[in-house]
């Protein structure tokens, strides 16, 4: 599957070399116009590398070794001959639990084994073709045609309005920071980029 990317950088390279480009972290935040949000993940951050020769996952200070049986669950979720897909791997994730009622009739609640989980929120590059210098959303869009979620690949999700409700939501769901990301942005591997905010306190925008 071929992708139309509107931004073309004939200088980039996507190479065993790459690594995640890094957010600046903040405590507070004033809400900001053109930005989405996503939950901050509390996991290991790579970038994985499907198609490729060398590494698998690659972390901040280079490759990751294992998580051979989630690689293999990635890769046969995403719809392509090679990617390098940005995301997290969480350890111990666990699904919402359904209320069941024994044959007594009592209440109780089915406990699920914990498991490790991939959740993407980036593409660099697919099928040979960098996206670095394509917009934020327009990756995205790509990444949303490319994989399809499962039990153990998860697509992060976000919102780019209501922001301050969709934070509450978060907050709910036992998520301690969350990211606010500029929606134009361009990605810089191994760069710590100001375009993407891992916020500690959202503030509401303020009153004009």
Excluded at 58 to 70: K, M, Q
Aim: proline content about 6%.
């Amino acid at each position: 599957m071929k992708y139309s990317v509107s931004v073309v950088d004939p200088g980039a390279v996507v190479g065993s070399d790459l690594v995640p480009q890094r957010p600046k972290a903040v405590r507070e935040q004033a809400e900001l116009p053109n930005h989405i949000l996503e939950p901050a993940w509390s996991g290991t951050r790579v970038l994985v590398r499907i198609g490729h020769d060398g590494a698998r996952f690659v972390g901040y200070d280079g490759p990751i070794d294992g998580h051979r049986e989630l690689f293999d669950a990635i890769r046969a979720e995403t719809r392509c001959t090679t990617a390098i897909l940005d995301g997290v791997l969480v350890d111990n994730w666990e699904d919402e639990h359904d209320l069941e009622v024994d044959a007594s009739g009592n209440a109780y609640v089915r406990g699920l084994p914990a498991r490790k989980i991939f959740s993407a929120f980036d593409l660099l590059e697919v099928d040979g073709e960098s996206l670095l210098r394509v917009p934020l959303l327009e990756r995205k869009r790509h990444l949303e045609g490319l994989i399809t979620p499962s039990i153990n690949v998860r697509l992060t999700a976000y919102v780019t309005r209501g922001l301050r409700a969709w934070r509450d939501t978060l907050s709910g769901l036992g998520f301690k920071r969350i990211v606010l990301k500029d929606w134009n942005s361009t990605y810089s591997p191994g760069q710590t980029s100001p375009a993407w905010l891992v916020v500690d306190k959202l503030n509401p925008p303020k009153l004009k």
